[in-house]
């Protein structure tokens, strides 16, 4: 049987680096077909490719068979080829509609906008996803779960019956990303081809047909998923010699609670941006030397609290202190003077400049270190040893430290954001999923890190919609539910059901 797609021996180099080197890939039609890998492994880039995104250097694209010459994301379009990236590309002011039908709109024979007629389609397409949303809504209102149905939407929009995704679950909660998964194997049973770009290897056993996995560039196993298991994945993932290279943790912080709490919330009230309450009598504190997990379903003042802490966000009422000294009204700045230090969910937002270098993302929010500036001067040399130090304390793959942020692989932008953050002796961290699009070792190297700041006094509190994560990392986890803290456990008392059931409100 001839495959539906088929890459063959795709080079492509950026520079020096070689992203992927003779990569072979069989697709069949119908399949949902996994590409795993490590951070930098070479997904996105090869994915891109098909999308027409990159020209390879070399190699071949069949289409059932017949060769097929991309030279950009329109080529593929009209081969009815789509691509969900890694990063979405929904414009956040302009409407949910406008948003879908942004170069494609139908017009009529007056040449024009058939806006009424659109949304009718449209709402007929998204029904299928299970997404009713306000039309006219500004897309920045959407929730993460939202947006990822509506970039889907936009693939079907344009017709498209392959469908790329890299990465759609990192921001997803559990339940949303079963949701997906639903969506997914019923796009897959109209007929529809499903490429996977993801570091979540339960996703691949449940639901993926075929696997391949890259690793440095190349191709180094293809399965079916029948045919293979975690371990086996594993193992081609990081390569015999990438195993004996992790020594296993064994700091573990223990939880002062006894000493003075680093950071103290008291009666915090905080409105949300569609009116409500997204905090309200919220109360904690945070102890030096703990990592503290706040387990919640998604949308219930996590993001809220982050801001609030952070000072983008204006309380109604209450007390925020760090070391008993209040800062209610502290500038973001002057909370980052006295040690705080904040992760985002959004890092394209808040935490990296993508067209700025390596180098000069390496010390953003720094830059006013005695040690790298004085009288106004960079000390250039300066400047470089914390970047490479950084780079190599999380393993940052990059060609160098003048390359553009934006020619980092996702995975690796992110482990660049995190060591930054870490940097120094912060007091206390307050990370929004800190470990979004990063790959088992990546995982690891974040929270030994953490574990090992927590050591010497740091609090780090830790936002994650991933309850499996903070049960392997927390020292301690509260529950976050309509914006209250509702019930805290120690780690004798951590157990999968009794979280789970506060997460969603019930008295366990
Ligand atoms: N536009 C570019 N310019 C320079 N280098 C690039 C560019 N795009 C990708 N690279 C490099 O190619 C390599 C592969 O990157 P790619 O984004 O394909 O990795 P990935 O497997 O998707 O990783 P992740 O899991 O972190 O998303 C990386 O070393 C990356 O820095
Ligand atoms: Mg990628």
Redo the contacts with the bound molecule.
Sequence with gaps: MVPLIELQRIT?R??A????EAVDLQVQEGALHA?V????????????ILYGY?LPDSGEIRLRGNPVHFRSPADAIASRIGMVS?HYSIIPELTVLDNLILGFETANSWGLLERRQAQTRATEMAASLDFAPHWSQPASELSPAEKQKLEILKLLWRNADILIL??PTAMLSPSDTGALFGNLMRLKQEGRTILL?T?KLSEVMQYADYVTV?RD?RKVAESAVADTDPQQLTRWIIGEEGKESEPSETISPTSVLTSAPVLEISDLWVKGDRGGWALQKFNLQLYPGEILGIAGVDGNGQTELVETLAGLRIPSKGNLKIQGVSMNHWSAAKRLQAGIRFLFDDRFRRGMIAAWSVRDNAILGSHRDPDIQSLGWYNLSAVQQRARALIQRFQV???GLN??M??????????LVIARTLNGSPKALIAYTPTR???IK?IESTYRVIREACAHGMAALVVSLDLEELMTYSTRIATIYRGQLTRAFEPEEFSREQIGAAMIGLEA
């Design positions: 492509k950026f520079g680096l070689v992203a992927n590409i890998g490590e951070n930098g492994a070479g997904k996105t880039t090869l994915m891109r990159y890694q890299d990465e770009v570091h890259l560039g793959k990059t060609s390359a553009p934006s020619s980092l692989s996702g995975g690796n932008q992110q482990r699009g990063l790959d990546g």
